[in-house]
């Protein structure tokens, strides 16, 4: 396991210096002046210009430019947006944990919903109820999301009422940010309306989460579906029934547990998958968090928080790779002894 | 390979799901947020306030945000006729030559306590001389403080006016004018003359944040200041000492949602009590749990006539385009019914209007008989300036300009449509490069005045907000003695002739009063717009919802 993890924290690190590299190269890139772009200070004086070309060492080659921008990103130090002139940092700080918030619920109602559907659809294999999960989950993978979610409003916040269609929790309810994830900020104030304000969080988290879980749930399901097709195959079930094992002892005791290990490997892929979608559905339900807020700036031409955002996005669906890979090989020592990670 | 799954575990399977769908809807039931809610408005608001003192600017959106939600005047309008009576002054005394005019003021009137001010005495006369000194004094500490710009107050030359604020004593103040002006009380009643307080500048002075005076507002309004997300959202509280009666909601947040659709939608799905600036008024009209709020606007849109420059120079001519415009057309086009046809420059609401004023006739025959007589025969060419932006007074001016052009062409006149960019074309206007403009003018306060002088007087072509340059001894006559007397009768007669005068002469073709609009849901009560100025949540309260659908449902059996 320590080699593993070994394993796993070098190529974090490696990847985490190619991503740096392409952010940096990205302030050369964009229009206008590289450090101006990196730093993100478009109305710097003469004198705070000059400060910042020595804090980036601007007039030095590349590889001390990198160097410069490196020790800036590892203090801390992400520039300011160029449209809101405030540190991005701190704005990455109070967004990101949004997003984590929608796609963790979306993930978990994903997984709630599209697994065990896979896997009724596995033990029903080639029958009406197989085929009709296996038609929706093709048809929820076809539906544009954006599409989804307007109609979404549409239907549940305008015609029939029952749901808000933006933001994450009434402007009514008060609740200081401590965590960032709103429902422990929500258990951990001591607002009188604390529990009005969590029912109002879980309403306004319902639609969005829903529209993003789709597309990642009908991936669970073929997911789950095949691989417990593959399981129910395997010779040790064909044992545990010419033992006279009855279905459900076969299912619960063997089946599910074999079957679910292979799931998780592709959880964390499909993290990165559902991020993508979160961002689009924080635009149309103006969630506020880090996808709307990125997409914000490249209609502004915010390259610093361009570049930033990019930066911190990738680090944070990479970190969720290296977790669930770290989880994989928990549950499954054989997965421990590979070389390669996934 | 099948498996047939027993009958229990088919039913664990189907509590499974059911759970599932049960946690999802649980939180669907109308109860939630409800006593919050019923405590609170949340008004969806079009736009960011620029600042929390509507001292420094002419901005609507920054007025709606602040001017009667946080702060009082010294006098203010009330009623239908917008009458002045007392608000923080509780009466005045104006001299008989008009020039001193003394305000006793109300003795238990509190400023807001908050988080970052905690006042220690109650609103006396330092509080009034600091306001206005603020303004008229360029030695003022706070006078430059946010720019130096004061632009209502400029306009109405108020520094040229004031020569002086006296403290007689702690609640009475003296106002020494420099000469009489009937309309110095209703510009003091106006959203931008509020009171800020003295005690709070003297403790920013000393910790040296002299700024927060116009971001940290502290005011005796019925509302204060809790929090302020740029572009996101303003949360107001009540003001618990306020020297009124209390206002009812606790709480009042401006929802920042700059989108047209996004206010829809919010309003539709109740996320907001109350919208700005609705589009689809048919489908709020339509819903039965919303209502549509619209009050005719204290504004004009004109065609004007730039009467410096041929052929708009001839009266005869100006008379004879106005009659071949049929402006019945351009107020159905353009405004699709949702403004009052304008008969003169002043609105219907006000109290100066003259009903017995002429009203506009279509007649292009008559336009080409006039046009003959003016030695125009054979028509001729003109350029039409069509202003670029969406304004309320005229929210599709190309449009207005097409169908003058069409209008015009029957009798003979070929019109070239001309536009340049906002701030381009407001300057080439007030350089006189134009021969007719389409433009309006919204009032500030409700007194007449507010239309006469600074759209058509003499001195207004000096300053280049004449853009007709018409200039009538005759008509300056009039309302500079309508100014200088106080007693309504005379004014309204005095303002009647100048309406004669404009209608006989035409520098400018009135062409519409036009409307403002806000939704809301049914049971948000009480009113928050008013035909000038901004809005105001003080009187707003919410009816609880089985009382709300009870009146609605009254409502619609009395429509039927």
Redesign the interface.
């Known amino acids: 396991m320590l080699i593993f993890t070994l394993r796993r924290l070098s190529l974090f690190v490696f990847t985490m210096l190619v991503l740096t590299l392409l952010s940096f190269s990205l302030g050369f890139l964009f229009p206008g002046d590289a450090v101006i772009n990196l730093s993100g200070q478009i109305h710097a004086t003469p004198t705070q210009l000059a400060e910042l070309n020595n804090a980036y060492q601007a007039d030095k080659n590349f590889i001390v430019q990198y160097w410069a921008y490196l020790s800036h990103i590892v203090n801390g130090d992400l520039g300011l947006s160029m449209s809101s002139q405030t540190p991005i940092s701190s704005e990455v700080l109070k967004l990101l944990p949004a997003t984590i918030e929608l796609s963790l619920v979306a993930l978990m109602l994903a997984m ?2 599209g697994i ?1 559907l896979g896997f ?1 659809a596995a ?3 080639n ?1 009406t109820s197989d085929n009709v999960i296996l038609s929706v989950a093709m048809l929820g993978y076809s539906i544009p999301v954006f599409w989804l979610g307007l109609l979404a ?1 549409l239907l549940f ?2 015609t029939l ?7 994450r929790l ?5 609740i200081d940010m401590v965590t960032g994830i709103l429902f422990f900020d929500i258990l951990l104030s001591n607002s009188p ?1 604390k529990w ?1 304000a969590f ?2 969080a ?2 306004h988290i ?1 639609l969005p989460a ?1 529209v993003v879980a789709l597309a990642p749930a009908t991936i669970f399901i073929r997911l789950a579906r095949a691989s417990m097709v593959e399981v ?2 395997t010779s040790y ?2 044992a545990a029934r010419a033992k006279g094992l ?3 002892q ?2 619960f005791r063997h089946a599910i547990r074999n079957a679910l290990i292979k799931i998780i490997r592709h959880v964390g892929l499909q993290f990165a998958n559902l991020v993508t979608i979160a961002m689009v559905t924080e635009v149309i339900f ?1 969630w506020p968090g880090i996808g709307r807020w990125l997409i914000e700036s490249i209609y502004q031409r915010d390259y610093t928080a361009i570049q930033s955002g990019l930066l911190v996005l990738s680090c944070f669906i990479f970190i969720v790779h290296i977790l669930t890979d770290f989880f994989y090989a928990a549950l499954n020592p054989l997965a421990r002894g590979k070389k390669h990670g996934a | ?6 009958k ?2 088919k039913a664990w ?1 189907q509590l ?2 059911a759970f ?1 769908a049960i946690f ?1 809807l ?3 039931s109308d109860q ?2 409800q ?3 019923q405590r ?1 408005i ?1 008004y969806c608001s079009e736009g960011s306030p620029e600042t929390f003192n509507p001292q420094l600017v002419t901005s609507g959106t920054t007025i709606d945000a602040t001017s009667h939600q946080l702060y009082d005047r010294l006098i203010t309008y009330q009623g239908a006729d917008n009458t002045i009576v007392p608000a923080l002054a509780k009466s005045w005394h104006v001299t008989r030559d008009g020039k001193k005019i003394t305000f006793y003021l109300r003795k238990d009137v509190s400023f807001h306590a908050t988080d970052y001010f905690t006042p220690s005495r109650k609103l006396n006369a330092d509080d009034v001389i600091f306001s206005f000194n603020r303004i008229l004094d360029a030695n003022h500490p706070f006078h430059n403080i946010s720019g130096g710009i004061y632009p209502f107050f400029q306009s109405v030359e108020f520094e040229n006016l004031v020569d002086s604020i006296e403290k007689i004593n702690d609640y009475t103040v003296r106002f020494q004018l420099n000469r009489a002006d009937s309309s110095f009380l209703a510009n003091l009643a106006t959203d931008f003359a509020i009171i800020l307080s003295a005690e709070y500048a003297q403790e920013l002075i000393e910790r040296n944040t002299m700024h927060d005076i116009d971001t940290h507002p502290i005011g005796t309004g019925p509302f204060k200041l ?2 302020y997300r740029v572009g996101s ?1 303003i ?1 107001y509280y009540r003001h618990e000492n306020y020297w009124q009666e209390n206002a009812q909601i606790e ?1 009042l ?1 401006y ?1 920042i949602s700059p989108s047209k659709t ?1 206010r829809l ?2 309003l ?4 907001c009590d109350v919208s700005s600036y609705p589009i689809a008024h048919k489908k709020i009209i339509e819903r039965p749990d919303l209502t549509l709020d619209a009050v005719t606007a204290l504004n004009i849109g004109y065609y004007g006539f730039n009467t410096k420059k041929p052929p708009f120079d001839s009266k005869l001519v100006r008379l004879a385009v106005s009659l071949a415009i049929n402006k019945q057309a351009l107020v159905d086009t353009v405004y699709q019914g949702e403004a009052d046809t304008a008969h003169s420059i002043l609105p219907q609401t006000s109290w100066a209007y003259d009903k017995n004023i002429p009203h506009h006739e279509y007649n292009p025959n008559q336009a080409r008989a006039l046009l003959e007589v003016a030695g125009y025969a054979q028509g001729f060419t003109m350029d039409l300036w069509a202003m670029p932006v969406q304004r309320a007074y005229n929210p599709n001016a190309v449009t207005m300009a097409k169908l003058i052009q069409a209008d015009l062409k029957k009798v003979g006149i070929k019109v070239n449509i001309v536009s340049y960019e906002w701030s381009t074309f407001l300057r080439r206007l007030a350089q006189g490069e134009h021969q007719s403009f389409l433009l309006g003018w919204s009032a500030d306060h409700p007194d007449p005045d507010n239309f006469f002088t600074p759209m058509l007087s003499c001195s207004a072509t000096e300053t280049g907000n004449n853009r007709t340059f018409w200039c009538n001894q005759a008509y300056d006559d009039l309302i500079e003695k309508a100014l200088k007397t106080a007693n309504v009768a005379d004014r309204k007669s005095y303002y009647a002739q100048a309406m004669k005068i404009l209608h006989d002469e035409k520098p400018l073709l009135p062409i519409a009063h036009s409307k403002r609009y806000q939704a809301r849901g049914v049971n948000v009560k009480g009113n928050i717009l008013a035909n000038f100025g901004g809005i105001s949540f003080y009187h707003v309260f919410k009816q609880a919802p089985s009382e709300a659908t009870t009146s609605a449902a009254t409502q619609l059996e009395e429509q039927q």
Not at chain 2, 1 to 6: D, G, Q, R, Y
Request: proline share 3%; net charge positive; with cysteine.
């Open positions: 709630l919903i065990p009724i033990i029903r294999h029958k409003i916040s305008i009422g029952w749901l808000p269609s933006a933001g009434s402007l009514l309810f008060e309306e009005q029912q109002d879980t309403m319902i829903s129910l195959a079930i064909r009855s279905a459900q076969i299912i103006s | 390979m099948n498996f047939n799954l027993s229990h575990t399977l499974y799901f599932l999802m649980a939180a669907c939630n947020t006593s919050v809610s609170s949340i809790k929090e959202l949360r709480q947040v929802d996004s939608t919010k539709l799905a109740k996320e």
